[in-house]
């Protein structure tokens, strides 16, 4: 048993790993008739448990109570991972990454975010806020106005040929881009 979580717990080659993401489309689609996605789940979510006679949330969600059961196999791999398949190691990180995150002042690498910006510590701090909330609501707000998450767009459309998931995809690269090269440094100095 130790050596199945040995080999779970390592970091597996592009080779495995994206092969076996990719065979998510196929499966989707045969298996259940589905697109893979999840960024609609949330709205399923509030569909079942808030009663409301607004047309976005008057719909049949079982219908889509696939999606649930995907989420909540999210949350138990997540923390079956944090909980049981983590080495405790720090997460990979290229020189040059932690040479330039040192360069705003973040020095603690060791957990999966950095702790001088993301913990109980600096809750209350301007620079964690806005990462948390004003981060949060623009992944959310942009994940509807795109209709769909990464996983949805790159992984599902692009697979499809769908040239707004061929766009969204460009959207997404070029935010992270921009944000990671011209925002972020202006934020964390």
Not at 39 to 68: G, M, Q
Request: charged share 10%.
């Amino acid at each position: 048993m130790n050596s199945l979580v040995e080999w779970i717990s390592q970091p597996w080659p592009w080779y495995v790993a994206g092969p076996i993401i990719g065979l998510m489309v196929p499966l989707h689609l045969i298996l259940l008739n589905r697109t893979f996605g999840i960024s609609s789940t949330f709205r399923h979510v509030c569909a079942a448990c808030i009663p409301s006679k607004l047309d976005f949330l008057n719909y049949d969600w079982k219908a889509e109570s696939w999606n649930l059961v995907f989420a909540v196999g999210i949350l138990i791999g997540s923390f079956l991972a944090a909980a049981y398949f983590s080495t405790g190691e720090p997460i990979a990180l290229s020189e040059a990454a932690v040479a330039r995150m040192q360069e705003f002042g973040i020095q603690d690498m060791s957990g999966q975010h950095p702790a001088d910006i993301f913990s109980w510590d600096h809750i209350g701090e301007w620079r964690t806020l806005l990462f948390v909330i004003l981060g949060g609501f623009l992944v959310g707000f942009g994940t509807r106005y795109a209709g769909g998450c990464t996983s949805g767009h790159a992984i599902m459309g692009l697979s499809h040929f769908q040239l707004p998931s061929f766009v969204a995809v460009l959207g997404f690269f070029t935010g992270g881009l921009i944000m990671s090269w011209l925002i972020l440094p202006l934020i964390l100095s």
